[in-house]
């Protein structure tokens, strides 16, 4: 079974009209452990741009194997799982940066073991905590606003 635009919904590039109903879940496709992806496809079952994807190769988030320097850019079912994280990373908020710092220390597995996952998930509940305080504040602030303009 072959799905794709698994994070159409997410709107990456402008979160700002994202759905907040939407519920993320991590697909399962059959796919064989070692078997590898071009990044077209890689593209289309993430909804990250190819762009992008080289982008995070380039930063070091993810790899991906080539049989010569020349040859595409294939991926594995680990980096499908790495792209996932850092699509909801950046969704809770965390710069590539943080993003970099988090996956240092995870094993190329899925799914991760809670003991791996356990710390990681709360420091993600925390960050997106803060962005809902941020975001209530800013609502205060625009009602103030709106009340002053008003007078």
Same mark, same amino acid.
């Given at each position: 079974?072959?799905?794709?635009?698994?994070?159409?919904?997410?709107?990456?590039?402008?979160?700002?009209?994202?759905?907040?109903?939407?519920?993320?879940?991590?697909?399962?496709?059959?796919?064989?452990?070692?078997?590898?992806?071009?990044?077209? %496809?890689?593209?289309?079952?993430? #909804?990250?741009?190819?762009? =992008?994807?080289?982008?995070?190769? /380039?930063?070091? +988030? $993810? !790899?991906? %194997?080539?049989?010569?320097?020349? #040859?595409?850019?294939?991926? =594995?079912?680990?980096?499908?799982? /790495?792209?996932? +994280? $850092? !699509?909801?990373?950046?969704?809770?908020?965390?710069?590539?940066?943080?993003?970099?710092?988090?996956?240092?220390?995870?094993?190329?597995?899925?799914?991760?073991?809670?003991?791996?996952?356990?710390?990681?998930?709360?420091?993600?509940?925390?960050?997106?905590?803060?962005?809902?305080?941020?975001?209530?504040?800013?609502?205060?602030?625009?009602?103030?606003?709106?009340?002053?303009?008003?007078?």
């Amino acid at each position: 079974m072959h799905q794709t635009g698994f994070l159409q919904s997410m709107d990456l590039p402008n979160r700002s009209r994202a759905n907040p109903a939407v519920q993320y879940v991590c697909p399962e496709w059959t796919w064989p452990a070692d078997e590898l992806i071009h990044i077209r %496809e890689m593209s289309e079952r993430t #909804s990250v741009p190819a762009s =992008s994807l080289r982008y995070y190769e /380039k930063r070091g +988030l $993810i !790899t991906s %194997e080539r049989e010569t320097s020349g #040859s595409q850019r294939r991926y =594995s079912k680990a980096t499908f799982y /790495k792209i996932i +994280l $850092i !699509t909801l990373a950046q969704s809770a908020g965390f710069n590539l940066d943080e993003i970099a710092g988090q996956l240092r220390n995870l094993p190329d597995i899925h799914p991760l073991p809670p003991k791996v996952w356990g710390p990681l998930h709360k420091i993600w509940e925390r960050r997106i905590d803060q962005r809902v305080a941020e975001l209530r504040q800013l609502k205060i602030n625009l009602r103030r606003c709106t009340r002053d303009a008003s007078r």
